[in-house]
């Protein structure tokens, strides 16, 4: 089983401030990596459900989307959050396999982060949620995403350190 030392807590906490900030740098990319992937795994163990196709950490936010094709739907927000994909309600979802153009907004960046993802599920109404994986999307901007799952995940789960 995989445990996280305070040490390792330590760097991977100053690695997200430099991804929600300036950006990493690709050694810092390299370790940010590893780190995740840590936290991942041990929180995979500690919950198993689905986890084990997650290669991304992911937790709940309310990212303002919007989806500018195929149809421009704006004013969306994420239920979920990962530097690999999110999942959002639409009141008309569109079918697995859609391609998506998205502008995902964080207060992190004057500009929207601008990213391709292929929806890969549905929920039909009443619920209409999608989860879509991004096909496209900067490094620095899927560390962003990343950090700002590390920082809801510490303000929750990891007060303890």
Known sequence: MVDIDR???AEIMDLSRKALGPGLAAPERERWRALTSQVLELLSN????GSERRRYLR???GLTVEVLAPAKIGGLVTSSVSGGGLSM???DPPDVGTALTLSIVVSQRPQPIP?????VWRRPPPSGEVGAVFTEIDERD??????TVIE???ATNFAGY
């Open 7 to 9: 040490e390792s807590f």
């Open 152 to 154: 809801r995940l510490s």
């Open 46 to 49: 500690i919950s198993p459900s």
């Open 115 to 119: 990213a391709s993802a292929s929806v």
């Open 142 to 147: 899927r560390d962003l995403l990343e950090a």
């Open 59 to 61: 937790a709940a936010a």
């Open 89 to 91: 309600q639409m009141a």
